[in-house]
């Protein structure tokens, strides 16, 4: 099927919080790249706006970042959040990032129900207060879930790509593939730790690469040579950067999923 891309820490996990990095322009400088990250542990755990703005220091771009992440939360939990929809005009923002919870995109009634009717709401929002929503494009959990039909990673993934896929075109917005970025990275080196114990959050290497697909999905750039590490080693560093790279072409036009 055919898609398109258009395109702190648990300490920072409550709702309202942001964190202003490297940004000393006035609000609406063209020189300042402003983000809000919407969504849950996936987002919060590692920091992933940190490690974004982190790497967007080291390649030259000035940012704001701002989250609003509460473990366990809904793009629905989101809409009834005041603490959310205030966060949404708080900010003159470029981007707002749409995460929703690990599990309901790979459900076609749930996604339906609960995931979509949100994402309407919070995009419509978005745009009516002048930024670009986004939405980010989850992994799979990496045993999938049999309980549920799901036998295997790649399966599970295969739907959660169709459950974001469908709600972006139906609305015309940006994705973050960040679910197909790990789908090629185990393919490449099935030896990488993407996810921490439970097989569910990310590894510090799984919000690495989260953050450099933004990277390169925000500021149409390639994050190959940038000297941001987040600790892990350069090989293993180089390869997320190249799969980011190679995820988020230069002309997004050109993104499919097999």
Known sequence: MRRILITCS????????????????????????????????????????GMFTKLANVGEHQ?????????????????NSSDTLNQITSEKWNFVVLQEQSEIPAFEQSRNVTMYPAARTLVNLIEAAGATPIFFLTWSHRDGLPGNGFQDYQTMQFQIDIGYMGIAQELIVPVAPVGYAWLLAKGQNPKLDLW???????????TYLAACVFYAAIFHQSPEGLSYLAGLTKETATFLQRIAASTVPDNPAQWNLP
Do not use: Y
């Open 10 to 49: 648990l300490l920072l996990a409550t709702l309202g919080c942001s964190s202003i990095k490297n940004c000393d322009k006035p609000p609406g400088a063209d020189s300042c790249t402003r983000v809000l990250f919407i969504g849950n542990s996936f987002t919060f755990e590692n920091d992933l706006p």
């Open 196 to 206: 921490q114990a439970d097989g569910s959050h990310p590894s510090e290497q799984g």
């Open 63 to 79: 940012v704001k970042t701002g989250m609003a992440a509460q473990g366990g939360w809904t793009l629905a939990d989101h809409v």
